[in-house]
């Protein structure tokens, strides 16, 4: 089996300690299932601002371009918000998707039926709920320019960003929810706002175009939504939806929207994805959608699972390890079925487990599955 190197950016706040379980399940396939995956280790975000004066140094950069994958923690936090932009934490997520042309994130929302109950929604409208957003993460107004703050007249000051998306950048974001659709539900929902943006509305009309010039699409039913529609409608009937393919601003929302669905924020893995190269190979980076929760870091309480969920994203998408990514799946499910449940997911009657109890008793289902 080759080898394969991961690079991993654990990152700022709880993104250590969930990494740290991470390592625990690959260190598991290494030993069990023959994987020869390397991985290696560097700073990302605020912990490399602070280590070398900027949020991503051009080796780190280089090395993640190099990788098989890159699984990434959570980056940002208080001690860095009155930094300038250029050298926010956050940053260096922009910078490794912008570069490495990750244009393709996948957000799988999944109600696993033993959490059906750790929702804020009702039993009946989320059990057995397994959504996809594709969330366009290259283009739209987190890049466009012009962009900044300037004064103005009067002592006051503007603040600008700019909304642009071309036929190529949607086409392409398009086409993955497409694929993806034919491999599942077959219905893709395209959110946008239409109404009020001519970008909008270009979104619609290629993702439309692009449907109808491709017969393979024909057994896929397509409908187009307004943005601010699909967040009522991720609420009320969040079963009506399949794939829901959106730019990079909506998506963001709608996906953290969609991660309460599935009881916590805390469960939901993403993987960001480029195009083929002439090899044949894609880059790709894997990171929980959650972000660094300062308010928890340090305490052993946070849940491990979004993480792990990502690396198993990265056996499928990356590694073509389709068989272990399931193995992995199931461990967790058979985890939450014995009632272990970290502070974020915890009910009456449950038993609440660590950080890094969480992650021990994954790999012990592994074992018991071997
Ligand atoms: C996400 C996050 C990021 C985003 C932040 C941390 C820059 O919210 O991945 O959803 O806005 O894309
Ligand atoms: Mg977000």
Redesign the pocket.
């Known amino acids: 089996m080759a080898k394969k190197d991961i690079l991993l950016l654990a990152g700022d706040g709880i993104g250590p300690e969930i990494m740290e379980e991470a390592k625990k399940i690959i260190s598991w396939f290494n030993k069990n299932k023959k994987l020869e995956i390397e991985i290696s280790e560097e700073l990302a975000g605020g912990i490399s601002y602070d280590e070398n004066g900027t949020p991503l140094t051009d080796q780190v950069l280089y090395k993640a371009m190099d990788s098989d994958a890159v699984l990434l923690g959570a ?2 936090g208080p001690k860095w918000d009155n930094l300038e932009f250029s050298k926010k934490p ?1 940053r260096a ?2 910078r490794l998707r912008k570069e490495m042309r990750l244009f393709a994130n996948l957000r799988p929302a999944i109600c696993f039926s033993e959490l059906v109950s750790a929702s804020s929604l009702k039993a009946e409208i989320i059990s057995d709920l397994d959504i996809l957003i594709v969330r366009e993460l290259t283009g739209g107004i987190y890049f466009g320019e012009p962009r900044g703050i300037e004064p103005i007249e009067n002592g006051e000051r503007k603040g600008v960003n700019t909304h642009t998306y071309t036929t190529k950048e949607i086409k392409r974001v398009a086409k993955v929810a497409f694929d993806l659709a034919l491999k599942r539900n077959k219905k893709v929902t395209s959110a946008d706002k239409s109404n009020v943006m001519e970008a909008g509305q270009l979104w619609k009309e290629e993702v439309q175009a692009l449907y109808d010039e491709n017969k393979a699409y024909k057994e896929i039913e397509l409908s187009h939504m307004l943005a601010d529609n699909c967040a009522m409608q991720l609420v009320r009937n969040p079963k009506q939806f399949d794939v829901i393919v959106t730019d990079n601003l909506f998506g ?1 929302m709608l ?1 953290d929207e969609a991660a309460m669905l599935t009881g916590s924020l805390g469960m939901l893995p993403s993987a960001s994805l480029s195009e083929k190269d002439k090899n044949g190979r894609i880059r790709s980076m894997y990171e929980p ?1 959650h ?1 660094s929760a300062p308010d928890i870091a340090g305490k052993g309480i946070a849940n491990p699972i979004a993480m792990i969920l990502s690396f198993a994203m990265a056996l499928k998408y990356s590694l073509n390890f389709d068989k272990e990514s399931e193995l992995l799946e199931s461990a967790i499910k058979l985890v939450l079925k014995d009632g272990l449940r970290t502070a974020d997911i915890m009910e009456d009657g449950k038993k609440n487990v660590s950080t890094s109890d969480m992650g021990d008793a994954i790999v012990a289902k592994l074992e018991l599955q071997k």
Do not use: M
């Open positions: 980056v940002g956050e997520l922009l963001d996906s959608c972000g």
